[in-house]
């Protein structure tokens, strides 16, 4: 614990590590095992490098911005809370579902990422006052996960640069600046996945577009915009790139259907 704090190492083999700054935090190789890394800085901003957990949670929380680079926990979830996010990369994994989830909230700017990975288990990524965009226009996944609840007060990707996702159920919340997401494999559920309301996509302004790469599409909870939203499925000499809209489903001030490049 301490006013201003940079550490080069710190691990456990049997518990928890906890390190506190009044202000500032800065780490370098915080590892525990059979316990929880927690890192908080009261005031300030964390950067954290390499920064794992084994049977247990990484936990950031600062007053101001986290920068975590490096992020890995086995039997355990990642935790993030700050004003703004920058996450790159995220892996989490253990032996069931529930035992590595990512959880990042931004109570005042944006969230950035680049390749968040919780393979069997969920993202759940809130952008409060912000928007929530990849780091690299690369084409790769940036969230990899069997689920993901993707809120962005100022919108979700963008039209020249969408986030890239690998899931098998994705829920959206934005007011402005729109949503953008592509699937890149196995096909993709809208769905209901919690928040304030039971609709798979919710937003009140900005355009956007759901976007499944060869492969199948599905909305099965409804889908209200108001800026207008596209949902696609890429058109390959494969079989089965549909769109499909399920009973009692409703979809407003969208274009559904479209299926082409």
Known sequence: TGRGLTVSTASSGKGDVNLTAATDLGTTTVSSVNGNSVLRAVAG????????????????????????????????????NGTAL??????????????????????????????????GDSVSLTATGGAINEIADDGAADVEA???????????????????????????????????????????????????????VNGVGGA??????????????????SGGMTYAVTDTSATGENLAIESGVTVTRDLLGRHGS
């Not at 990369?89 to 990422?113: E, K, L, M, Q």
């Not at 959206?172 to 196995?186: N, Q, S, W």
């Not at 956007?208 to 915009?225: K, P």
């Open 146 to 200: 069997d689920s993901a609840l993707l809120s962005g007060t100022a919108g979700v990707g963008t039209v020249n640069g969408p986030l890239e996702v690998n899931l098998s159920n994705l829920s959206g919340r934005f007011a402005t600046g729109g949503f953008f997401v592509t699937d890149t494999a196995g096909g993709v559920t809208l769905a209901n996945l919690g928040g304030p309301n039971a609709n798979a």
């Open 45 to 80: 901003a964390i950067v954290a490098d390499a920064t794992t957990a084994t049977n247990g949670d990484v936990r950031m929380t600062a007053g101001t911005t986290v920068a975590a680079t490096t992020t890995t926990t086995t039997n355990g979830d990642a935790i993030f």
């Open 208 to 225: 956007g577009e759901i976007r499944a790469s060869g492969s199948l599409l599905t909305i099965a909870a409804s889908a209200i915009t």
């Open 86 to 119: 920058t996450l790159t990369p995220v892996t989490t994994g253990g032996a069931g579902a529930g035992d590595g989830s990512i959880i990042g909230t931004a109570t005042a700017g944006g969230i950035s990422i680049d390749v968040l990975t919780a393979d």
